[in-house]
């Protein structure tokens, strides 16, 4: 749950930085340890950037799942926690990170919560992450209700018509996916050539020349029109002031997303890449009892896969137990003969 009262002092074994996949996975890891979390994540829902901007997007690297989609995959994640009751600050950025007299650290949020910890496990994915905005005069009156950045929810769209702007992989995904869901899909991109797929983008152009949809290059975004917060039309012009007015209903804009490490830069990690370097062999960064799995953590041989990450959370886990505890033995067993030990909420 996510705590109410920001002045509240916690203490735990874990916090976790970030609720995506990989931090969910990492309480897994730990709450098999009987290592309680505390999770702190910028956003103000679980699920880091499979929630956020794909989450009806398949995927098929998962072992025992041919697919799954990123929000159910996001959920099991979710339900695989439940036993170990952890602690779920949203919508908070952490700010401070501050190693104590008695070796443990102390956790400060930007909104002021404070959790003493014995170790920390940074799974930031990428680091913080906001949407590129397109420059619109008077943007910021339609987001939230017809100008979006990602797509939850395909039935959002029902009947609907639909502009999507950019030429990656995510807009012409969601484009080929709205199509039998949306009223009218209009794809507008800068230049005639997509950097998606290119299976994919054979397939959109295919269906705009068998006029399934509408295919507006080489075009930018130039105004909206609309009141109240809703949409009606999005002004679309060439480099040469050609102008094209296309009605719809909703603009997404899927123009990348700009991320950051943000405070990250000032705990005194080594970086490489705009990622944390981490020993391999333990998960540990360049400050002890401070650990890194996922997209944020780089080695020599990297692969920044999910499956990836899930195994660099099991290995920072294991070395947590052993950092915390450097006078136990850890005897290693397999879940089939332990089960799922039971911890108490803290």
């Given at each position: 749950m996510a705590d109410d009262i920001y002045s509240t002092d916690y203490n735990t074994d874990i916090v976790v930085i970030g609720a995506g996949a990989v931090g969910l996975f990492s309480v897994f890891a730990c709450g098999m340890l009987k290592l309680h979390c505390h999770v702190i994540d910028t956003l103000e829902k679980i699920g880091g950037q499979l929630t956020t901007l794909y989450p009806e997007k398949p995927i098929f690297d998962i072992p025992g799942h041919p697919y799954i989609l990123a929000a159910d995959l996001i959920a099991k994640l979710e339900e695989q926690t439940l036993p170990f009751h952890?602690?779920?600050?949203?919508?908070?950025?952490?700010?401070?990170?501050?190693?104590?007299?008695?070796?443990?650290?102390?956790?400060?949020?930007?909104?002021?919560?404070?959790?003493?910890?014995?170790a920390i496990v940074i799974a930031a994915g990428a680091g913080a992450f906001t949407p590129n905005r397109p420059p619109l005069f008077g943007l910021e009156l339609f987001e939230g209700r017809s100008v979006f950045y990602g797509i939850r929810r395909r039935d959002d769209f029902l009947g609907k018509r639909v502009v999507i702007a950019g030429g990656g992989d995510s807009a012409v995904?969601?484009?080929?996916?709205?199509?039998?869901i949306a009223s009218r899909v209009i794809v507008i991109h800068r230049r005639s050539k997509f950097r998606a797929s290119p299976n994919n983008t054979i397939r959109l152009q295919q269906l705009a020349q068998a006029g399934r949809l509408d295919l507006i290059v080489p075009y930018h975004l130039h105004s909206l029109e609309g009141y109240d917060g809703q949409l009606t039309a999005v002004i679309a012009t060439t480099l040469d002031g050609k102008r094209r007015r296309l009605e719809t209903d909703f603009l997404v804009s899927f123009f990348g997303l700009a991320q950051e490490l943000g405070p990250m830069n000032r705990w005194g990690l080594v970086?490489?890449?705009h990622r944390i370097s981490i020993n391999q062999?333990?998960?540990?960064?360049?400050?002890?009892?401070?650990?890194?799995?996922?997209?944020?953590?780089?080695?020599?041989?990297?692969?920044?896969?999910?499956?990836?990450?899930?195994?660099?959370?099991t290995r920072a886990a294991h070395s947590a137990y052993a950092f915390i505890n450097p006078d136990k033995n850890l005897h290693f067993e397999h879940s089939t003969n332990t089960g799922v030990p039971n911890l108490r909420s803290e």
């Open positions: 952890p602690t779920f600050h949203l919508g908070q950025r952490v700010e401070q990170l501050q190693r104590q007299p008695t070796g443990q650290f102390l956790v400060t949020t930007i909104k002021g919560t404070r959790i003493t910890c014995r995904d969601w484009a080929l996916s709205l199509l039998d970086l490489d890449s062999e333990t998960g540990m960064t360049s400050q002890q009892g401070v650990f890194a799995a996922g997209d944020i953590a780089i080695y020599p041989g990297k692969l920044k896969l999910i499956l990836t990450g899930f195994a660099e959370a």
